[in-house]
């Protein structure tokens, strides 16, 4: 689906589900919309300046990408916040009915493009955006620093670039990629217990992605987001037909999609037709080329 750059309040950065009232949180710039979850997405409540004013203040002045959570029986949505200098990133919380701004916390990191919480594990999840080797760890929702968890392929060091955007489901941190020189952005798998990946998808450069930007993962949807203009995009993938190989640039570690479209929005794994998907994978992101659904 692709939306203008109006409905962001300029470029597009985050996606979330909510499952308590069944929306769509989009996030800008500096604009979070709660929409309905089917397209046209029609709003249900904006703040256009959704930074609080205590950190608008100080210069911050972008939102990243979004994840839902809930907090003693309530929902609650929470996100990073930067400054200029991509180098004091905070962590804030705003109620999941109105948007409003509820409580804070600073992150112990450089550049946070991601917020992702593990209720069962008590972990929020958060990394730097270029060379990522360990995924950075904060007790939820006290915001004390845990120890990082190394990230791993077929038991050695691993490192990706340009995560943008992050999302947990069924014990994995699936982290959304931008490699905009190759015109492409890749999924990641992150097993939250042992740090090892799996590489979840391969957007390739057919599908006119130009910056990868936040994912939101659910059981059966995952939705991804790029930018200019926005679109979001439910995928189907298996991850498990995708095992990471180790010696090989990530985006190039396995093909898991092609640009052949099985129907409007939907992009074919390799040997397997939508029915044989154990999930979707929607994200968010900007994108060139032609509009396509």
């Known amino acids: ?12 950065e985050g996606v979330a589900h909510l499952s ?32 609080p004013q205590e950190f608008a203040a100080r210069g911050y002045n972008h939102i990243g990408d979004i994840s839902a959570v809930v907090v003693n029986g309530t929902e609650v949505i929470l996100t990073s916040l930067e400054e200029p200098t991509y180098t004091k ?3 804030v919380i705003f109620a999941a009915d109105s948007l409003a701004f509820v409580s804070s916390c600073p992150l112990h990191q450089r550049h946070s493009s991601l917020l992702a919480v593990d209720p069962a594990l008590g972990y929020m999840y958060s990394t730097e955006f270029m060379s990522v080797s360990e995924v950075l760890r904060y007790e939820f929702p006290s915001c004390r620093q845990a120890p990082p968890l190394p990230l ?9 670039q340009g995560v943008q955007g992050g999302s947990v489901h069924g014990g994995l941190l699936y982290l959304s990629t931008n490699q ?20 979840a998808m391969d957007l390739v450069c057919g599908m006119g992605v130009s910056e990868m930007e936040g994912i939101d993962v659910a059981q059966d949807t995952v ?52 029915g044989h998907c154990p999930f979707k994978i929607s994200v968010s992101g900007r994108s060139s080329g032609r509009a396509r659904r």
Request: net charge positive; charged share 20%.
């Open 223 to 274: 939705r991804r987001f790029t930018r200019f203009p926005g679109r979001v995009t439910d995928l189907p993938v298996n991850h498990d037909r995708c095992p990471c190989r180790a010696g090989a640039a990530p985006w190039h570690r396995c093909q898991c999609g092609s640009d052949r479209e099985l129907h409007p929005g939907w992009v074919r794994l390799r040997g397997q037709g939508p």
């Open 180 to 199: 905009i020189r190759a015109n492409k952005g890749d999924i990641f798998a992150v097993n939250t217990s042992t740090g090892a990946v799996q590489m």
């Open 1 to 12: 689906y692709i939306l203008p750059k109006q409905f962001f309040g300029g470029t597009s």
């Open 20 to 51: 308590s009232s069944n929306s769509l949180i989009f996030t800008g710039r500096e604009t979070i919309r709660k929409t309905t979850v089917s397209y046209p997405f029609e709003t249900e409540v904006i703040v256009e300046k959704a930074i």
């Open 152 to 160: 791993s392929c077929d038991g050695k060091p691993l490192v990706l």
């Open 89 to 91: 990133p905070v962590m």
